[in-house]
């Protein structure tokens, strides 16, 4: 018999947690205080890169990131088919560039231990990325080229998640503007602020950088805090055929002709407000990796918040011993790419099932020395 599922967060876990959970039987609502994906999901840039935003040695989140990639050609396939919509997956490959050969020991060194992963990893020459990428500045020396990496338009994956958790029933409520947890211990009961109220047996936490609120209901530690991230996009007719990264940012050209940069970072806040200065200084590192950008300008900004942790990994798993509430928030930027493996995750969790990878680094409870329980 299925369970109630309610989720509390609409971004890109939990519209995946609910759909996981509601193609297995359950009954699932999903409770909003915005929009659906009206924070990080939607501003997100997209991308599906762990081999090139992952460069130090191999651990559990690592793991955790590479089976959520290998997942992503089916999960972007069933998520299509169940909205009955379309949108931009494209399995571009990637390439990390550097500028100078005493980056050149540490990018072999990635690639040898990403190879013992699996991982399709190869450093191209100078000659090759002219040939395969013509427009990358000719002070690029080598680059590091994984071939499995990918990337989604973010808005367009977000709106199709959506949709299909609506095909598939999920009741979604949005524009709830807050809601407070008034059970959990035992059964679940939520109340939004115009005082409706939502029922259920198992409560799952998805609700990013407002998850640090929950402190007190669940007495535990709960350092999720919001990370600003700016991005620019400049409007391109030639395109660039693969993700582009360095130490300093990324680059990812999209099907609509835009090129999307980021990503400028600082705390401040929940403010989402596009600053002079950060875009000042992707705009600096854009024309230093493609010189034809001098003769350009952005013509779009904008800023999305990313939950972030202490730790940098995210919180995903049950509260023991109350194994009806299922943390999985604070993904910072990798919400996009962990979103298929998290949803499975918290399936299996609520039906008992086995995890599928090591998950004690991501227990909810590691911030806390103590706790009331």
């Avoid at 994956?157 to 299909?164: D, F």
């Avoid at 950088?209 to 709960?222: C, K, M, P, V, Y």
């Amino acid at each position: 018999m299925g369970k109630h599922v309610v989720i509390l967060g609409g971004g890109v876990i939990g519209l995946s947690a609910a759909l996981e959970c509601q193609q297995r039987g359950h009954n699932v609502t999903l409770l909003e205080i915005t929009k659906c994906g009206g924070q990080a999901s939607g501003a997100a840039a997209g991308m599906l890169a762990p081999y090139s935003e992952i460069a130090e040695d191999p651990d559990d989140f690592f793991r955790l990131s590479q089976q959520s990639l290998k997942l992503y050609p089916e999960w972007q396939q069933v998520v299509k088919e169940l909205s009955g919509s379309e949108f931009e997956y494209r399995n571009t490959g990637s390439l990390y560039a550097i500028f100078h050969e005493a980056e050149r020991l540490p990018l072999e060194t990635r690639m040898k231990w990403q190879q013992t992963f699996g991982v399709k990893a190869s450093i191209l020459e100078r000659d090759e990325l002219e040939r395969i990428e013509p427009n990358l500045s000719p002070n690029i020396a080598a680059a590091l080229y994984c071939p499995e990496e990918s990337h989604v338009y973010a808005p367009d994956y977000v709106k199709a998640l959506k949709q299909a958790c609506e095909n598939m029933g999920v009741v979604i409520k949005e524009e709830l503007e807050h809601v407070k947890i008034l059970e959990w211990q035992q059964n679940v009961v939520l109340q939004a602020k115009d005082g409706q109220c939502f029922y259920g047996d198992t409560l799952v936490i998805s609700n990013g950088a407002w998850s640090t609120e929950l402190e007190d209901t669940f007495g535990i530690s709960i350092p999720v805090f919001p990370i600003r991230g700016q991005i620019c996009a400049y409007k391109m007719t030639e395109p660039i055929h693969h993700l582009v990264f360095t130490s300093q940012g990324y680059l990812v050209s999209k099907e609509n002709g835009s090129l999307v940069c980021g990503a400028s970072e600082d705390i401040a806040g929940f403010n989402t407000s596009v600053t002079e200065k950060g875009i000042a200084r992707l705009e600096r590192w854009n024309k230093k990796v493609l010189p034809m950008l001098h003769e350009r300008d952005p013509f779009h900004r904008w800023a999305g918040l990313r939950p972030a942790t202490q730790d940098g990994f995210p919180l995903i798993g049950q509260l023991a011993p109350f194994e009806h509430i299922i943390f999985a928030t604070g993904h910072y930027r990798n919400g996009i790419l962990l979103s298929p493996v998290t949803a499975k995750i918290v399936a299996d969790q609520l039906e008992g099932a086995a995890d599928r990878l090591p998950l004690d680094n991501f227990n909810p409870k590691r911030f806390s020395v103590t706790n009331t329980f």
